[in-house]
């Protein structure tokens, strides 16, 4: 049972590429949700999923897009990758709010 | 809107210590609150959370923690603290649509 899981775990990137982060979750959770954690700021929601097919801004949207095209998975996308984006990203998946599984991180430089 | 918030960007405290981690939010309605720690490089370990009941929960590692709806707080204890407790302590909410927020979050250090 491997909960949730991030792949990769470690990127650098250049300014201006671009790149998606998967999210897999075996729990069969509804919510899936994308934050980014920054020193002195804690996590901060990104976008989030209520379900298949649904996607919804959190307070840091700008600059991300998700899908979530399958119940398990949730994708983050950067379409042109700035260093503002230097960040590590968690994701999680709840089912109604009760119990929250976050992933192990992604750690993303953008140079 | 909802919101977290936890006054204390750092806190020093000495080994055997009590310790109290402060959690205001903002929330319409009665939240779900939670507590969780992440040690230097690693991933975010829940220590508690409130839904419903009774307003003192108790959570791993000794800690325990007060729902107060007139104070709109939900603050963190430990009666003695350990060495291996310093870590970043993060307060979340979660409301409508299940969304969990966080509170900037407060770095504990341990003096011996």
């Known amino acids: 049972n491997a909960g949730v899981t991030q792949t990769p775990k470690f990127r650098v990137l250049k300014t201006g590429q671009s790149m998606t982060l998967l999210c897999a979750q075996d729990?069969?959770?509804?919510?899936m949700y994308w934050y980014r954690q920054d020193p002195g700021m804690g996590l901060r929601l990104i976008h989030y999923s209520v379900g298949e097919g649904t996607t919804a801004k959190g307070e840091v949207p700008d600059g991300y897009n998700v899908s979530r095209l399958k119940k398990q998975n949730f994708l983050l996308g950067l379409e042109s990758a700035a260093p503002s984006q230097t960040s590590v990203y968690f994701c999680?998946?709840?089912?109604?709010?009760?119990?929250?599984?976050f992933g192990s991180g992604t750690r993303l430089t953008v140079v | 809107a909802q919101s977290v918030t936890q006054p204390d960007i750092h806190i020093t405290v000495s080994e055997g210590a009590s310790l109290e981690l402060r959690c205001n939010y903002s929330?319409?309605?009665?939240?779900?609150l939670f507590w969780y720690v992440q040690s230097p490089g690693q991933g975010l370990q829940l220590l508690l959370k409130y839904f419903s009941g009774d307003t003192l929960v108790q959570g791993i590692k000794g800690f325990e923690a007060e729902f107060k709806r007139s104070q709109s707080s939900f603050n963190l204890r430990k009666p003695s603290v350990h060495w291996s407790d310093a870590a970043e302590y993060f307060c979340?909410?979660?409301?409508?649509?299940?969304?969990?927020?966080f509170g900037a979050g407060t770095r504990l250090a341990v003096h011996p």
């Open positions: 929330y319409g309605a009665t939240p779900y």
């Open positions: 979340g909410l979660s409301g409508g649509y299940n969304k969990l927020i």
């Open positions: 999680a998946s709840s089912y109604e709010g009760h119990g929250y599984t």
């Open positions: 729990m069969n959770h509804e919510y």
